[in-house]
């Protein structure tokens, strides 16, 4: 009973089972088949990687301007504009985009609404054009115009505030010298008139003190009004951010050497299999 079970123990492996040796056998003999196909793999993926086109990440900021304590436009309401005149532009100029085969997409578009109504405006991704920067300088100046509407009415409106309350300032302060001439004359004749003109007196100062209120009101909200600006122009990055020629040659080695390691079994399995293969065709 024990000699069947050592026999049983000892029995050769059947031939549909897997021997690492053979495996590791093949990976040895094969070996500079597996080196050399990989650093093919590996070659092309740096050479493919260093004819793409590099590309950057362009950015601007603009600066939403300001009337009364309010913004212009809400500047949550800016990133839409964006995006829709970005895509009017686009569209106004697809013979040129099409001519140098650049263009911008939605997901190519990034946003984002920064503190004290500061905007990010970026293309990420994309190659250096001049038609890019013009498209980015564009969306920017319309927003800018746009907003400068706004502002300018109030701010003509202010500025002839301003200039009639002075205008009336300066003719009260000459009416106040005539009231001060005639208070002197009549104290020294001892007149009747005194009493009438202190109350005029009294009157023109508190217009005078009304009328330098609301100019310096006037003044101030002139002062406040600040236009929607540009605070960065259109900027590309430094350095590229695509493509990543180490990425691509990493996927380029680790792909070469999947491939390498099966081209290796298949040659080996051909070749230990050939005259049957052949017999049995």
């Not at 970005?86 to 911008?104: D, H, I, L, P, S």
């Not at 005078?208 to 101030?220: I, K, M, P, T, V």
């Not at 122009?233 to 996927?251: C, D, F, G, K, Q």
Request: glycine fraction near 8%; hydrophobic fraction near 40%; aromatic fraction near 6%.
């Amino acid at each position: 009973m024990a000699d069947q079970d050592t026999a049983e123990y000892r029995r050769p492996p059947a031939e549909d089972e897997i021997d690492l040796a053979d495996l590791v056998g093949v990976l040895y003999r094969r070996r500079w088949l597996i080196v050399g196909t990989t650093l093919v793999v590996f070659l092309a993926a740096v050479a493919y990687a260093l004819t793409l086109p590099a590309k950057y990440n362009m950015e601007s900021f603009l600066s939403i301007g300001q009337m009364e304590g309010e913004f212009l436009e809400k500047p949550e309401a800016i990133p839409a504009k964006i995006r829709s005149l970005t895509r009017v532009y686009q569209v106004n100029n697809k013979e040129a985009f099409k001519k140098q085969g650049v263009g911008v997409g939605e997901g190519d578009i990034s946003t984002s609404v920064q503190g004290g109504g500061i905007i990010r405006f970026a293309f990420n991704e994309v190659p250096k054009s001049p038609l890019l920067t013009e498209l980015m300088h564009s969306v920017n100046s319309q927003i800018v115009e746009q907003h400068k509407g706004q502002i300018q009415g109030r701010q003509a409106r202010l500025r002839e505030e301003i200039k009639g309350l002075k205008e009336q300032r300066a003719q009260l302060q000459e009416r106040k010298q005539a009231l001060n001439a005639r208070l002197e004359q009549a104290t020294e004749e001892q007149s009747g008139d005194v009493t009438v003109i202190r109350q005029l007196l009294d009157s023109v100062r508190m217009n005078l003190n009304d009328l330098g209120g609301r100019l310096s009101e006037a003044q101030a909200n002139l002062a406040a009004i600040s236009p929607t600006e540009v605070v960065m122009e259109p900027t590309y990055s430094e350095n590229p951010v695509a493509p990543s020629t180490r990425m691509i040659a990493a996927l380029g080695l680790v792909l070469g050497g999947f491939m390498a390691v099966f081209l290796a079994f298949l040659v080996e399995f051909w070749v230990n299999n050939r005259d049957r293969i052949k017999g049995t065709g």
